[in-house]
């Protein structure tokens, strides 16, 4: 079972930026995909961004140019750094992670809040 545990989440003023955690039980070596996610509220959870173990990122559309997603293999850390922050970006965020070992395995975070006022 993969433990994951985010932090960094904050209040912050529109244009500013924040740096989110996500630090994993295990080596995040041994994991295929790591990514964020967000819900915020009365909407659906959606893909914000992800980072492969070979190192290839993926981002959502509303995200790019804006968020950077990377990751400390020493640390068992994922990073997301937002800047230029907007209203919209206002979300509980996810660090996700898969594992595939005779199967898929899906493990998710607790979440951490982000409010950006305007």
């Known amino acids: 079972q993969v433990q994951l545990v985010e932090s960094g989440g904050d209040l912050v003023q529109a244009g500013g930026s924040l740096r989110l955690s996500c630090a994993a039980s295990?080596?995040?070596?041994?994991?295929?995909?790591m990514g964020w996610y967000r819900q915020a509220p009365g909407k659906q959870r959606e893909l914000v961004a992800i980072?492969?173990?070979?190192?290839?990122?993926n981002y959502a559309a509303s995200v790019k140019g804006r968020f950077t997603i990377s990751k400390d293999n020493a640390k068992n850390t994922v990073y997301l750094q937002m800047n230029n922050l907007k209203p919209e970006d206002t979300a509980v965020y996810y660090c996700?992670?898969?594992?595939?070992?005779?199967?898929?395995?899906?493990?998710w975070g607790q979440g951490t809040q982000v409010t950006v006022s305007s």
């Open positions: 996700h992670a898969v594992k595939v070992v005779g199967g898929i395995r899906n493990y």
């Open positions: 295990e080596s995040i070596i041994s994991l295929n995909v």
């Open positions: 980072i492969s173990s070979g190192g290839s990122t």
